[in-house]
């Protein structure tokens, strides 16, 4: 079964940017039908998407962050990466990569559920 | 703050029946499948229901979901100490992307 690992530091300074990797084993992100997607989730808090990529490339993030915010992939890897620029404090998290299965009916396609998700890796932000 | 609205807390004795709710909006829930996810202790979120009121293979029967309007809710029947966790719901919304409620968390007295 697919499964997704994420790796980068565990400590970036202010004003730096974060840097995270999701590695997917058990199946290609080239075989398509999915958004490969982070999400975090601050300390003792809920979830918060941060944005999408296809194996294409193509991009959806969330408005909130988009700014800040570029997803990557490497198909030739079989991982894919966010990018956090400008970090603060309030950017500390534990950080999740997860599958989304794209569902396509009818001529238009939608996004569906979240899974599986990685283990999770915190980030903290502090000098 | 959440793009969908949950109860912080429930909860309940084992073999009770215990709802969670979560409300949104038209933009979300109004027009887009429901989903929870079920967040044990230290671990990631799992998918527990989806579209609305499907389990994935493996979830026991005891849980279900339904959706009415911009609301929606999980139930939990026969209740059992290993569902003492915390339980997100989620929905697409069509501005922002992937909305999530802020976590119920859910203790089994």
């Known amino acids: 079964q697919v499964q997704l690992q994420e790796s980068g530091p565990g400590l970036v300074k202010p004003s730096q940017t974060l840097s995270l990797t999701c590695t997917v084993s058990?199946?290609?992100?080239?075989?398509?039908?999915?958004?490969w997607s982070w999400i975090r989730q601050h300390p003792g808090k809920g979830l918060e998407w941060i944005g999408y990529?296809?194996?294409?490339?193509?991009?959806y993030y969330n408005p909130s962050l988009k700014s800040r915010v570029t997803i990557s992939v490497d198909t030739s890897k079989n991982q894919f990466s966010l990018k956090l620029s400008s970090v603060t404090a309030a950017d500390t998290a534990v950080y999740y990569c997860?599958?989304?299965?794209?569902?396509?009916?009818?001529?238009?396609?939608?996004?569906?559920?979240?899974?599986?998700w990685g283990q999770g890796t915190l980030v903290t932000v502090s000098s | 703050q959440s793009v969908l609205t949950q109860p912080p807390s429930a909860s309940g004795t084992p073999g009770q029946r215990v709802t969670i709710s979560c409300s949104g909006s038209?933009?979300?829930?109004?027009?887009?499948?429901v989903y929870w996810y079920q967040q044990l202790p230290g671990t990631a979120p799992k998918l527990l229901i989806y579209?609305?009121?499907q389990r994935p293979s493996g979830v026991p029967d005891r849980f279900s979901g339904s959706k009415s309007g911009t609301s929606a809710s999980l139930a939990i029947s026969g209740l059992r100490s290993e569902d003492e966790a915390d339980y997100y719901c989620?929905?697409?919304?069509?501005?922002?992307?992937?909305?999530f409620g802020g976590g119920t968390k859910l203790t089994v007295l």
């Open positions: 997860a599958r989304v299965l794209v569902n396509c009916s009818g001529g238009s396609c939608y996004s569906d559920w979240f899974d599986p």
């Open positions: 990529i296809y194996y294409s490339g193509s991009t």
């Open positions: 989620a929905a697409w919304d069509d501005s922002l992307g992937a909305g």
């Open positions: 058990g199946g290609s992100i080239s075989s398509g039908g999915y958004y």
């Open positions: 038209s933009s979300n829930i109004g027009s887009n499948y």
């Open positions: 579209r609305n009121n």
